[in-house]
């Protein structure tokens, strides 16, 4: 099976390449690298270095190609940085999608996996989340990734583009042999960030302890980017068998709070990591866990090492050992 990686280079695309190559699939990557690491994809990938907007390229790599579905990583995600340029989000996030899915149709590639977040649903109504649930956003991130999965929605009406979309809160770890791990350039996690500040001795800056939960700071669920990488395969070959469009939820159904991700990478550590309370951050939701229960029972998916434990263990082992990410 041939299949095009768009944002390939990045955190959670360039694990999925990997997973793709080892069930020998033709891989191919379309990565402007402004976000990815063209060090993170995995031999065998062919790299097409450009900007998933410009569609004489696209059409080209189309050209070059007969793909039999493709994989839609590539876009920008800091709920943050989303409040304060708003544009940026529905430029790259919403438009690079929609001329991703035109060229698509165009090429008679019928077939995407798309990488949403579960930031669709701003407050829930209710905890763990259900894929039914209200779509909410608080944020231009969140909103920019919902106008995408509806998007899809018509794209299959109208030209029969099928489409798996998957709703994940905090994709966070390494690879367990510690190669392959999150580098982002302008890094907003809270594992990397924790993990920088454990490495270099220096204070750790948690973001608001006033949200509505049992220690005041944000509840979330952490999926570990292997388990992704799984969901994402198993979401592929639900479509080459003919599964119809539709949304899942991908999370372990338990969520942990800032304060105990942060207790964690001291255990893990074994470094007394020193924490400064700042303000909370625009945007930001109290509590987001979701529940699972549609992709574990439809396709399959289990996750094997997303307590958090294996979690921090994993990104500890990436970073105490490339201190400066993929320029180590």
Same mark, same amino acid.
């Given at each position: ?8 280079? %990045? ?12 069930? @020998? ?6 990565? =402007?690298?402004?976000? &990815? ?39 920008? $995600? ?13 430029? *790259?996030?919403?438009? %690079? ?25 701003? =407050?829930?109504?209710?905890?763990? $989340? ?13 909103? #920019? ?25 905090? +994709? ?15 890094? @907003? ?26 220690? &005041? ?15 994402? *395969? ?14 899942? =939820? ?18 893990? @550590? %074994? ?18 866990? +979701? ?22 263990? #994993? ?12 320029? +180590?």
């Amino acid at each position: 099976m041939r299949v095009l990686v768009t944002g390939g280079a %990045g955190y959670i695309g360039s694990q999925v390449v990997r997973q793709l190559l080892g069930r @020998t699939h033709e891989v191919v990557v379309l990565d =402007n690298l402004e976000e &990815g690491n063209k060090a993170s994809i995995a031999e065998g990938a062919t790299l097409v270095v450009g900007d998933v907007r410009d569609e004489s390229l696209v059409d080209r790599v189309f050209a070059n190609h007969h793909f039999d579905a493709v994989m839609h990583f590539a876009g920008v $995600i800091s709920m943050g940085e989303s409040m304060e340029n708003p544009h940026k989000y529905f430029a *790259i996030n919403t438009f %690079g999608a929609l001329v991703l899915f035109e060229r698509m149709v165009t090429n008679h590639v019928l077939r995407v996996i798309f990488s949403s977040t579960a930031g669709v649903y701003g =407050n829930p109504e209710r905890v763990p $989340i259900r894929e039914e649930d209200r779509k909410e956003p608080t944020n231009p991130y969140g909103q #920019s990734k919902l106008m995408v999965e509806q998007m899809l929605r018509w794209f299959d009406r109208s030209h029969g583009l099928r489409s798996i979309s998957l709703r994940y809160f905090n +994709a966070a770890g390494a690879t367990l042999d510690g190669t392959c791990g999150e580098a982002h350039r302008a890094e @907003t996690h809270i594992i990397p960030l924790a993990m920088r500040a454990a490495a270099s001795n220096k204070e750790f800056t948690l973001f608001g302890e006033d949200y509505r939960t049992k220690d &005041g700071t944000c509840v979330r669920d952490y999926v570990h980017v292997e388990d992704l990488g799984i969901a994402h *395969i198993l979401a592929l070959q639900a479509l080459m068998e003919g599964y119809e469009t539709d949304a899942f =939820n991908v999370g372990p159904g338990s969520g942990y709070s800032n304060r105990e991700v942060i207790e964690m990478v001291r255990k893990v @550590t %074994g470094i007394d990591l020193q924490v400064r309370i700042g303000r909370r951050r625009p945007g930001d939701a109290d509590e987001l866990v +979701a529940d699972a229960g549609r992709i574990k029972e439809r396709l399959g998916w289990k996750p094997g090492y997303s307590d958090l434990r294996t979690i921090v263990e #994993s990104a500890w082992l990436w970073h105490s050992t490339h201190p400066e990410g993929y320029g +180590a």
